[in-house]
């Protein structure tokens, strides 16, 4: 089976910059579309920002122009560049992505990451 994994999360201050990364934990599996959402303590999850397999990108109108969502195709991994960050950017992050194979016939399905933690001071 796969999980996604995340990386990246940790304590930055206001202004500062991180890069957030998701893979696959079984590398038979590719990234079709995929998205970086985040929850807030006592807020619900909301969208970050989506990328398609092509490469198309969405993006929340409270991290245009200061996040970029991205990919690597080759190595099978999705980006999300934070910068000029805010201290109300804090939250977990979980990456979102639909995976399959068509090598080994998985049909593709929509997994969430575990959550990693940012969180920005101010």
């Not at 930055?12 to 985040?38: E, H, K, T």
């Not at 989506?50 to 993006?59: A, E, M, Q």
Request: aromatic residues 10%; positive net charge; contains cysteine.
């Amino acid at each position: 089976q796969v999980e996604l994994v995340e990386s990246g999360g940790g304590l930055v201050q206001a202004g500062g910059s991180r890069r957030l990364s998701c893979a696959p934990s079984n590398s038979i599996f590719s990234i079709n579309d995929a998205g970086w959402y985040r929850q807030a303590p006592g807020k619900q999850r909301e969208l970050v920002a989506t990328i398609s397999r092509g490469g198309s990108t969405n993006y929340a109108d409270s991290v245009k122009g200061r996040f970029t969502i991205s990919r690597d195709n080759f190595k099978n991994m999705v980006y999300l560049q934070m910068n000029s960050l805010k201290p109300e950017d804090t939250a977990v992050y979980y990456c979102n992505a639909v995976l399959g194979s068509v090598t080994y016939r998985y049909s593709p399905r929509e997994y969430w990451g575990q959550g990693t933690q940012v969180t920005v001071s101010s």
